[in-house]
């Protein structure tokens, strides 16, 4: 199986799934976790379970069940 195949990703292959660093992906964790973010499972060595990461932003941006509506997003990320 392919890295980018693995159902339960570390911190670092997430971030590089959504285009991250690493260091960008921790800063947006808080904020993310709130929201909703798939948190990691002990049972699999701490890692997330990538397609509900994914459900989650599906739903996050309107992409989620038929008559969805996307969130009101407050504004541009300070990475800084």
């Known amino acids: 199986m392919a890295k980018s195949d693995a159902l339960f990703v ?24 709130k929201s909703g973010l798939p948190t990691p499972d002990p049972l699999f060595a701490n890692r997330r379970y990538w397609p509900a990461v ?6 996050r941006y309107g992409m989620g069940p038929e008559g969805s509506a996307p969130p009101g997003l407050d504004g541009k990320e300070n990475w800084k």
């Open 10 to 33: 570390t911190e670092g292959q997430c971030a590089e799934r959504l285009g991250l660093t690493t260091e960008q992906f921790k800063i947006a964790l808080p904020g993310a976790t």
């Open 54 to 59: 994914k459900a989650w932003l599906d739903g």
